[in-house]
């Protein structure tokens, strides 16, 4: 089992940056893929990136590929989201997630059995 809190959102102007923190509880953080959602209001829940265990290999929803960029470190059991060249449709509630011990992670929130609370991140035009 993991516990997940995540940090560092708030407000930013169109255009600049933000860095997301999540920091994990538990001795076994390194063989948890881990992942990044968000949600804006009156929309679903949407998958942003997910990271592989040892940070080898990340994938990124088209909307912020080339902007966005997770990173994990493991001695630290903290997984990092930086965001650069925000933009207001950015706007949302930004969840960090993690499948079951050991299980490759997806695009879809189903198959995440872990949450935090949410951080809220506002990009202001």
């Known amino acids: 089992q993991v516990q997940l809190v995540e940090s560092g959102g708030g407000l930013v102007q169109a255009g600049g940056s933000m860095r997301l923190s999540c920091a994990a509880s538990?001795?076994?953080?390194?063989?948890?893929?881990m992942g990044w959602f968000r949600q804006a209001p009156g929309k679903e829940r949407e998958f942003v990136a997910y990271i592989m265990w040892g940070g080898e290999s990340t994938y990124y929803v088209d909307s912020v590929k080339g902007r966005f960029t997770l990173s994990r470190d493991n001695a630290k059991n903290t997984v990092y989201l930086q965001m650069n060249s925000l933009k207001p449709e950015d706007t949302a509630v930004y969840y960090c997630?993690?499948?079951?011990?050991?299980?490759?992670?997806?695009?879809?929130?189903?198959?995440?059995?872990?949450w935090g609370q949410g951080t809220q991140v506002t990009v202001s035009s």
């Open positions: 997630a993690a499948p079951g011990l050991g299980m490759v992670p997806t695009t879809n929130a189903y198959n995440y059995n872990y």
């Open positions: 538990g001795s076994t953080f390194s063989r948890f893929a």
